[in-house]
């Protein structure tokens, strides 16, 4: 696991959670990103049980492997893992606040399986891919938590995205914003579905969030 400190040396903290091609480099900037922002993040090895240290990038070969990595992936015991990331960076002296975890794609479901656990204090989910497959664990989430969807994202359609909102619909802090002109992965700088205007929009609404649900 990689940690990066906030300016100051410590804050409130975040474990950020890969996408499939793992602790890559889109990855480490939105930790640098989120460090610069006043946190402390610390971003796991998702895939430690099947090859330590995955680092890939978004070519043919590369989401090949990130595909096969994935699908071999115990989703359950992914989710526990992140609630131990949790744990482990709230024993952190650096860690002078409550703890998020925040995932993107693969990562935003396992951001949302920790939450199902009670270990964050908070959670946002970035297109969180097979959620609205899981919704077993719904009633299990009582912390804040936070959906960022893209209207035009073909692997979590409309109909999805719906079956989601109607499951925390009685939750009293969960929120969701959609994108409409926004496809999946649009966060990621190097993904050809980059979008700079929806980028920006969730991060501010993330930070705001953050900011309301993680006070030191």
Known sequence: MVTW?????????????????????????????????????????????????????????GSAKAFKLMQAADFSLAGEDV???????????????????MGYCMGGQLAYRAAATGKPDAAICYYGGGIQNNLDLAESVQVPI?????????????????????????HPSAIFHEYANADHGFNCWARPTYNQHAS???HGRSLQFLAEHLDA
């Open 5 to 61: 400190r906030s300016p100051t040396g410590s804050g409130p903290g975040i474990v950020l959670i890969q996408e499939i091609w793992g602790v890559n480099a889109h990855i480490r900037t939105v930790a640098e990103q989120y460090a610069l922002d006043g946190y402390v993040v610390l971003a796991p090895d998702v895939f430690w049980r099947q090859e330590r240290r995955v680092d890939l990038t978004y070519d043919e070969e």
């Open 83 to 101: 609630a131990a990331a949790v744990n482990c960076l709230r024993q952190r002296k650096e860690v002078s606040g409550k703890i998020a975890a």
């Open 200 to 202: 920006a929009l969730a």
């Open 146 to 170: 936070l959906f960022h969807y893209a209207g035009l994202d073909r692997m979590i359609p409309a109909e999805a995205i719906s079956r989601v909102r109607e499951a925390f619909s009685d």
